[in-house]
């Protein structure tokens, strides 16, 4: 069983970045795409950005776009999110969650296609 855990997540004022890192608990990580979801206090999880692991495509969502960088490190099994110029708006739980192993999907958005997630981290961004 994979085991995802999010660490980096805390208070930020705005215009602040942080650095959320995914660590997986066994070394099949660097064959599974993964992504960042976030979900804020009463509403619904969304997509944040996706790491494909083949070919290494990245996908971000619009609200994210030219603000946050996910990259891996597949040596330290691990997925970063690094987040700049961060908004209050951003301000919510993030998880990460990976597909089974050599899984491929550009419908990164679909949550039913994410087989493992860590437990989250939250991330404020104050005003």
């Known amino acids: 069983q994979v085991q995802l855990v999010e660490s980096g997540g805390g208070l930020v004022q705005a215009g602040g970045s942080l650095r959320l890192s995914c660590a997986a608990s066994?070394?099949?990580?660097?064959?599974?795409?993964v992504s960042w979801f976030r979900q804020a206090p009463g509403k619904e999880r969304e997509f944040v950005a996706a790491n494909s692991w083949k070919g290494s495509i990245t996908t971000y969502a619009d609200s994210v776009k030219g603000r946050f960088t996910i990259s891996r490190d597949n040596a330290e099994n691990t997925v970063y999110l690094q987040m700049n110029n961060l908004k209050p708006e951003d301000t919510a739980v993030y998880y990460c969650a990976a597909m089974f192993e050599f899984y491929l999907s550009s419908n990164y958005a679909s949550e039913h296609l994410y087989r493992y997630w860590g437990q989250g981290t939250q991330v404020t961004v104050s005003s």
């Open positions: 066994e070394r099949t990580f660097s064959r599974k795409t």
